[in-house]
């Protein structure tokens, strides 16, 4: 997969596609990442990429002929995406889906944001990271991509770790433990150091199912159970309401 992004700040990218995961990703040819100046996509001697509001009042805005020379330049082909608080929220299955794409361009605002032409001209869709503000879009970009690249086949080494992350069907992960056997008189559950591999995989279907039931009930609507967790499930929120907590 190749993905573009355009910012006005490059730099921050730096240890970023040559670290971990991405950097071997890289070096590997599973992931080809290019970030690009949007000042190189000026024409003027000053390299300005910003000006006032019309309509005055607020901070600086983004101006767009630098956006739509860098997205023509930069994105042929690809699923454009202009980072913005205003955007889809992002979420696994949005993920997956941009991780079938083959190229992805993304645009990382700044300042008040970017012209609305911006928008409309170039961008295919816009995706928030949450309900929060940022200062810019390069933070965002970097979650999109270390998310993606999660799901491009090869750069996580165990794809069954991929499998087992918490939303993946709707459930959270279950909790994990190494050693020591013992931190501060919290000992690892008995049944993960029993070698009864049966045994482990149902005490981990059930504390996934309990996690989500305690932090994320939400997600349960929409999860897609086994049998054994509708089970599991069912058994849990007996037990709560025998405990008068439900
Ligand atoms: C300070 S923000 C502009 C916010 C804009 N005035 C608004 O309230 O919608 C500058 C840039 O940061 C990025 N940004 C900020 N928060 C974001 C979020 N939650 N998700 C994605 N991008 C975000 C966008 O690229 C945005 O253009």
């Known amino acids: 997969m190749r993905i573009d992004v355009v910012t006005i700040f490059p730099e921050l990218f730096a240890p970023f596609v040559t670290t971990s995961l991405i950097g071997r990703a890289r070096d ?42 860098a997205a023509r330049e930069h994105g042929a082909g690809a699923r454009r995406i202009l ?18 794409e083959d190229a992805l361009l993304l645009l990382c605002g700044r300042y008040e ?8 001209l170039v961008a295919d869709e816009e995706i928030s990271v949450g309900d929060y503000v940022l200062s810019g879009g390069e ?14 086949p090869g750069v996580v080494g165990l794809p069954s770790s991929v499998e087992q992350d918490s939303f993946r069907r709707g459930l959270l992960d279950h909790p994990h ?17 029993s070698g009864d ?12 199912v309990r996690a989500t039931l305690e932090k994320r009930p939400d997600l349960l609507a929409r999860a897609d159970l086994t049998r054994d967790e509708r089970t599991e499930l069912a058994s849990l ?7 008068g907590t439900e």
């Not at 944001?113 to 409309?120: I, K, S, T």
């Not at 433990?177 to 150091?193: C, D, K, Q, S």
């Not at 929120?237 to 405990?243: E, F, L, S, T």
């Open 113 to 120: 944001g970017v012209d609305e032409r911006v928008r409309r």
């Open 83 to 100: 980072m913005s608080p205003q955007g889809t929220p992002l979420t696994d299955a949005k993920v997956r889906e941009l991780a079938r």
């Open 28 to 69: 590997a040819g599973l992931l080809e990442i290019e970030v690009h100046d949007l000042r190189n996509s000026t024409v003027d001697r000053h390299r300005v990429v910003d000006d006032e509001p019309y309509g005055g009042g607020g901070g600086m805005v983004m101006i767009a002929p630098p956006w739509i020379r």
């Open 139 to 152: 933070l965002p970009a970097m979650v999109l991509v270390e998310a993606i690249s999660r799901y491009v």
């Open 177 to 193: 433990y190494t050693r020591p056997a013992v931190v501060e008189g919290l000992e690892v559950p008995e049944v993960l150091r």
């Open 237 to 243: 929120r007996a037990c709560k309401v025998g405990q």
């Open 197 to 208: 591999h049966a045994a482990i995989e149902a005490w981990r279907r059930r504390e996934a």
